[in-house]
């Protein structure tokens, strides 16, 4: 598949974030094709040959930044790991007032003359909540912006840091074998210093 006609400008990206069925927003798609995009409006599209498809916002940003061979393949979702806020304090992603912009205290002081830019991925975006644009996440209990989130989806992708669902799986297993074998010592093994010696060279052999 590939991307024609002017709706697929490189300079644009669709910024839709799709939660998962309980609300939280864990998981990104950096594109998607046109019958896709339709079907999640809930209308009955069939499959198309040489389906056109737009990339996310977050997929533009590295390919911008020269960083196109971090973009995962394919359209499904990848469950992505959150580092940052955004929230005061927060050395990760700082959050930049515009009006803070034009005063020329807090250029010249804590922005450093726009120094402070340098090097650095600036995202332009809402943050109010008058603008609607806040999400469910498992990082933090209130819901946070959409730029935040898109930060997190770059930085995710550059790191590599993204959560396969095997690897949930393993630590599901993992905790059930941990809780099968705690049952088994108290269970079989009388004695309380004989179980924590047997506990702690299982921890030591795993």
Sequence with gaps: TGEHGAEHDPRSGFVNIWPDSDGVARSVRFRISETSFLRRLKRDEPARTNDPYMESLSARALRILGHADK????????????????KEGD??????????LFAENYWNGNLKGGQFFKDKLVLVGPTGDIFHDTHLTPMADTQLPGPIIHLN????????????????????????GALALAIALSWFVRSGIFRLVLSMAFAAVG
């Design 153 to 176: 989806i770059v930085n995710a992708a550059l790191r590599g840091e993204f959560i396969r669902v095997g690897m949930l799986d393993v630590s599901v297993w993992i905790a059930g």
């Design 71 to 86: 973009i995962p393949e394919g359209e499904e979702s990848f469950r992505f790991r959150y580092t940052s806020t955004g």
């Design 91 to 100: 050395p990760a992603f700082a959050i930049v007032e515009l009006d803070d």
